[in-house]
DNA sequence: GGGACATAG
DNA sequence: GATTCTATGTCCC
């Protein structure tokens, strides 16, 4: 089936793009190449994005931004806040361009996916080669490209290019020596594989696996009694068994959250019910531009784990009369919801709405008695309409449709503009 | 069915 | 003083 010297094979290739939200950041601002640059989360918050020079100067994905922001100046590292409208953007260019080299592909995240290639390895490494090279030239990205028979090998030779700057980029399983490989797993820890993160690493290394190497080498039958089908899957993957099946189909949700910390502490109920309805509102738009409804809501808020003093974890779970995706309704349920609950007096750090037992709109029909007028009127929908073009604060329902901002709302001090979803923010030009 | 746990990006 | 957000899968009761 596969494997016939000098004879096309089936292979995956794992495409993703470096430190991609500092990359995106960069294509729009030159001046960020060659520096240490970090992308915070959402708030400010933390590091979730590095250049390679800021991961030299030893700053891990997490890392809390008031511990390095002392520091910056100094060591001359830049930082900015989340643009998630110009990542999105980007991505979607990406995913449109990987489209145009397999009719199989699989967007995994907003900064990688798998294409399912057939061709001799000698061509393959050639068609990667061409994919770094179009992503580089038409969106101004840079990728790197592992190409193997499965979809495990295929992230560890990705790892391997990034790795290894003589392969510029790309690496195919097929044409690194044997011997290359083999010394290579024997030497990365077994967490470096996909899959394996902290907790069961600690695990296989309490049973002397302590390598990837170590873990292609152990029984995937006995491994999956001791540890899950998971392990198993991975075991026959690194074997060059493919398990993981490409998933083309974009996986419609089983459930959908909106959740957020706040910049400032919420102390009292009635600031609550403003978040409430506002999140609420904000589930009610994902879940239309999602063409789904919803029949259970699940709302829920919390003190910040760091918080010693204070420890309070309030939810509530409404189960709607009939799956709706009505922003009235949500609106309603949601502010009901934690009504009781909340403590005047205790500094709330997060609050959530979550809306789960979704259903495809509309496929079953409601009986008219629980249908109301808003809902026919696709409010939704509307809403979210407005928001994409006039800004999230230009509408919203009660105590959502503030004239100001909240002071609880979200901190992002260094954003750069939304080069390519904003009319206003658009990169301006100069020819001399 | 639901909670705990684990993982990923 | 301050530490993201979203989604999924498996196991086990």
């Avoid at 195919?172 to 083999?182: F, G, Y």
């Avoid at 100001?404 to 709302?409: H, I, R, T, V």
């Amino acid at each position: 089936m596969q494997g016939h010297p000098g004879g096309k094979v089936d292979r995956v290739a794992l495409v993703d793009v470096n430190s991609f939200y500092v990359s995106c950041e960069r294509v729009f601002d030159p001046s960020l190449e060659g520096k240490p640059v970090v992308v915070l989360s959402n708030n400010d918050g933390c590091v979730v994005a590095r250049s390679n020079e800021a991961k030299a100067l030893g700053i891990d994905n997490g890392d809390p931004w008031f511990k390095l922001a002392a520091d910056a100046k100094r060591t001359g590292l830049i930082h900015r806040s989340s643009n998630y409208e110009l990542y999105g953007d980007l991505s979607s260019r990406v995913m449109e361009l990987l489209g145009r080299f397999s009719y199989l592909i699989e967007v995994y995240s907003i900064d990688e996916a798998f294409v399912s290639l057939r061709g001799t390895p000698e061509d393959l490494l050639k068609v990667g080669r061409e994919i770094k090279a179009a992503v580089a030239k038409n969106i101004g990205l840079p990728v790197c490209v592992g190409i193997a028979p499965t979809k495990t090998l295929a992230k560890f030779v990705n790892r391997v290019a990034k790795q290894n700057p003589a392969l510029e980029g790309v690496c195919s399983w097929d044409t690194l020596p044997p011997d290359h490989a083999e010394t290579i797993m024997s030497r990365v820890p077994v967490t470096g594989i996909w899959g394996i993160a902290g907790r069961l690493g600690k695990k296989l290394n309490a049973m002397g696996i302590f390598t990837i190497a170590d873990l292609k080498a152990a029984d995937p039958v006995a491994m999956r009694k001791k540890f899950s089908v998971l392990m198993q899957r991975t075991i026959m993957e690194l074997n060059g068994i493919p398990c993981i099946p490409l998933e083309t189909e974009i996986a419609t949700k089983q459930q959908l959250i909106f959740s957020r910390s706040f910049s400032t502490p919420v102390t009292t109920a009635s600031r609550m019910h403003e978040v409430m309805a506002i999140y609420a509102q904000q589930a009610a738009i994902r879940l239309a531009k999602d063409h789904q409804q919803a029949k259970i809501m699940s709302c829920f808020a919390g003190t910040s784990y760091f918080n010693e003093k204070f420890s309070s974890f309030p939810s509530a779970t409404v189960n709607l009369a009939a799956p709706t995706a009505d922003p009235v309704l949500l609106t309603k349920a949601a502010v009901g919801a934690l009504e009781h609950s909340i403590v005047d007096g205790i500094p709330y750090a997060r609050a959530g709405v979550m809306l789960t037992d979704l259903s495809p709109a509309g496929a079953a029909p409601q009986l008219p008695v629980f249908a109301t007028a808003h809902e026919e009127k696709h409010i939704g929908a509307l809403l979210g309409d407005v928001m994409d073009r006039f800004g999230v604060s230009s509408i919203g329902l009660g105590r959502a449709g503030m004239a100001e901002a909240p002071d609880w709302g979200m901190k992002r001090k260094a954003m750069s503009p939304r080069y390519t979803t904003e009319w206003d923010e658009l990169p301006l030009v100069k020819a001399s």
